[in-house]
């Protein structure tokens, strides 16, 4: 909260069943606190507190994360007076144990009267639907996955969500890919990622359930699930670096199983 006081005219949180002295401490912090009971749905609860915002502009952030690296006077001024789209993008910095830091382009500022909100209970995501969206200046560091014990219970929590959606639905089992592998639970995330290249989905979907289905086929000695994942991935973006990897596991599978066959090494 105190990252982006500077930033932003009202904080809103949303509270949806904290045990501890959030709600204390976020008042003392000036913010409005609304409550509501937890509904399994991210979404749901991003939604209602956009719609109790009074701003033009919305900036989401969780408990989680702190605003880092932001001129705050330029971005004021480019949200006050230039002629911008209606979602702007934010590159956010997620922090994963032995310091291992992974950034990301995330749309996390939308204006309110553009009407655009949250979609799917988990992995939720601002429904642009082809809207245009402009990089800001913004970073964000997320601090929620730094810990590899609380990073197992998010996953656990995830995949429980995942599993409440319709299994024809690509962004469910695009979820329970992540959630399988994340718990190396790789066959159920093997079978789930083929599933998903059934449903013909989109690219992104589709590149990235190959990259974590390999993974899980390699973890369970599946050199036909390897073959289709690849296969897949090349004939849609041969050069994205997720399909590099998925050729990478397939070489790694084929080492593999030439040491076990006592083949050597050597030309």
Avoid at 153 to 178: F, I, Q
Avoid at 203 to 216: K, P, Q
Avoid at 224 to 233: E, H, I, K, N, R
Wanted: glycine share 4%; net charge negative; hydrophobic share 40%.
């Amino acid at each position: 909260l105190r990252s982006i006081q500077s930033l932003v005219d009202e904080v809103i949180v949303l509270d949806t069943g904290s045990t501890d002295r959030t709600i204390e401490i976020a008042r003392e912090l000036g913010a409005i606190v609304f409550e509501e009971p937890w509904q399994d749905d991210f979404s749901l609860h991003r939604n209602h507190a956009i719609d109790k915002a009074s701003g033009e502009w919305v900036l989401v952030i969780d408990a989680d994360e702190e605003l880092v690296e932001t001129n705050v006077e330029e971005t004021r001024h480019h949200l006050q007076h230039a002629q911008l789209p209606p979602v702007l993008m934010i590159r956010e910095h997620l922090q994963y144990p032995q310091g291992r830091k992974v950034t990301f382009l995330t749309p996390r500022i939308v204006r309110r009267a553009s009407g655009i909100r949250y979609v799917y209970p988990i992995h939720e995501q601002l429904d642009v639907q082809g809207d245009d969206s402009m990089l800001s200046n913004l970073h964000l560091l997320h601090h929620g996955y730094a810990d590899a014990a609380h990073q197992r219970e998010k996953e656990e929590r995830n995949l429980h969500l995942a599993l409440s959606m319709p299994a024809d639905d690509p962004h469910a089992l695009h979820c329970r890919v992540r959630s399988f592998c994340a718990l190396e639970r790789f066959s159920e995330g093997k079978e789930a990622a083929l599933q998903l290249l059934e449903l013909n989905t989109s690219e992104v979907l589709t590149v990235e359930a190959c990259a974590l289905g390999a993974m899980a086929a390699l973890f369970t000695d599946d050199a036909g699930a390897l073959d289709t994942f690849m296969t897949t991935s090349q004939q849609l973006a041969p050069d994205e670096p997720d399909v590099l990897f998925v050729q990478v596991l397939k070489a790694m599978h084929r080492y593999r199983k030439s040491l076990s066959a006592g083949d050597s090494t050597k030309d």
